[in-house]
């Protein structure tokens, strides 16, 4: 049973930081060739991207709106990935979720949630103004 497991979120206030961490097991997951995405979703709203990192963390993805603020990166060795957000603002509140690209997908530079498969159950984030 492959799973993602989020956790780090909580309440910040405007201007602060949190790094959100996600952690892969179950066998045969292959963790390290899997471009690793973050996501989130506010209330009323579509999920949006956030950001992507190819399985050696050579290459980065980063939505406009958090692009100098969020940096996403992994430790292959610890089967994690991180987001570490900083300068966080009241419309970065959501919940966020980790996701796996489905194998053999490659690095495409872009994020589409159609080609994640293995998705987290999710991290509040809620940031006061």
């Known amino acids: 049973q492959v799973q993602l497991v989020e956790s780090g979120g909580g309440l910040v206030q405007a201007g602060g930081s949190l790094r959100l961490s996600c952690v892969a097991s179950?066998?045969?997951?292959?963790?390290?060739?899997?471009?690793m995405g973050w996501f989130r979703q506010a209330p009323g709203k579509e999920r949006e991207n956030v950001a992507a990192?190819?399985?050696?963390?050579?290459?980065?993805y980063y939505a406009d709106s958090v692009k100098g603020r969020f940096t996403v990166s992994r430790d292959n060795a610890k089967n994690t990935v991180y987001l570490q957000m900083n300068t966080l603002k009241a419309e970065d509140a959501a919940v966020y979720y980790c996701?796996?690209?489905?194998?053999?997908?490659?690095?495409?530079?872009?994020?589409?949630?159609?080609?994640?498969?293995?998705w987290g159950q999710g991290t509040q984030v809620t940031v006061s103004s």
């Open positions: 996701a796996a690209q489905r194998l053999p997908l490659p690095w495409s530079g872009t994020m589409r949630s159609a080609d994640f498969d293995v």
């Open positions: 179950g066998s045969g997951y292959r963790f390290r060739m899997r471009v």
């Open positions: 990192i190819d399985w050696g963390g050579d290459n980065t």
